[in-house]
């Protein structure tokens, strides 16, 4: 895949925190943040003793600890898709707004408005109003100040440490899936769940609900315009939607637990959903590209 070099990019959407230095602690993600990956690797580290380190030299703007890159920066960095086919960076803002497009749209035909949401870029650790988050609790999204958080060497971690293909369309199933959770909680979804956890529980039926939002957005994604009209994503292959599929399993619960773990697979433990549930859901979104048939709270089988 690629973008239309023509069409503009909106950076009002992006915080660049970048290089504003670590914070400590973690993010209170039984409070209301909301990962990809995050409770699981919590739940991972806590098993291990152990701790996590974001590679450097990922090719997403990797900026020293004194080096501030910031909004500004970004702005006059990326503003049309030349600039997203070119910087890792101004990728992911062409993205949100490919994303964040998409939903606007769906909200409208429901006769809904829909809420954008910032998409705050840091390095090594954030200040939320769900808590405070290092890196190591991967992508997420905080409800209680209704925007998400990534630090964009995550992308590089999926593929030296959980083994992932990688590539561009990966890198917008992990964004996608966090705007599932702004979805869920601008349509309410997500104060229907609490702490629990376990194969069936709530948790997880809120993260293959994301997953599954992020295929409704995949299969319309080279059909989302910009605000000039142009559609910003052309060419989106197969091996596009493999590589997603790919990454989808590799961060499954189960996957994480038994190669990340110490090969332990627990059931009662699991907040995300297995590795085949995550592909079912994310598949269900993509063959539909309807998000009314991402209901995971209205059935009993979640695959």
């Not at 829909?114 to 390095?123: D, G, L, M, R, V």
């Not at 979804?189 to 599954?212: F, K, N």
């Not at 859901?281 to 209901?295: F, K, L, M, S, V």
């Amino acid at each position: 895949m690629q973008f239309n070099e023509n069409a503009e990019l909106d950076t009002s959407q992006v915080n660049d925190q970048r290089g504003g230095g670590g914070v400590g602690g973690r993010v209170a993600l039984g409070g209301g943040g909301l990962g990809i990956v995050g409770v699981i690797i919590y739940f991972v580290l806590s098993q291990l003793g152990g701790g996590m380190e974001l590679p450097t030299g990922s090719g997403f703007g990797d900026v020293g600890q004194n080096q501030q890159v910031g909004s500004e920066a970004i702005k006059e960095k990326c503003r049309t898709g030349a600039d997203a086919n070119r910087e890792s960076d101004c990728r992911a803002v062409a993205f949100i707004n490919s994303i964040q497009g998409y939903w606007t749209d769906q909200f409208a035909r429901s006769g809904r408005t829909y809420q954008q949401a910032q998409t705050n870029f840091f390095s090594g650790g954030v200040q939320t109003r769900c808590g405070n988050a290092t890196s190591a609790v991967g992508p997420f999204y905080c409800p209680a100040d209704g925007q998400v958080y990534i630090d964009l060497n995550f992308y590089q971690e999926l593929r030296q440490k959980f083994g992932a293909e990688g590539g561009p369309f990966v890198e917008a199933y992990i964004l996608a899936h966090e705007y599932g959770h702004h979805v869920q909680n601008l349509l309410g979804t997500s104060d229907r769940v609490g702490q629990e956890a376990g194969p069936t529980s709530g948790s997880v039926r809120l993260e293959l609900q994301a997953d599954c939002y992020a295929g409704a957005w995949a299969n319309h994604a080279q059909s989302v315009p910009t605000a000039s009209g142009q559609p910003l994503i052309t060419g989106v292959t197969q091996e596009d939607v493999n590589a997603a599929l790919d990454a989808a399993a590799r961060i499954g619960d189960d996957y994480i637990q038994s190669e990340l773990g110490g090969g332990q697979v627990d059931t009662t433990q699991f907040t995300h959903g297995s590795s085949a549930q995550r592909q079912k859901w994310y598949t269900t979104g993509y063959d539909t590209g309807d998000p009314a048939r991402c209901d995971t709270f209205g059935t009993d089988n979640l695959g």
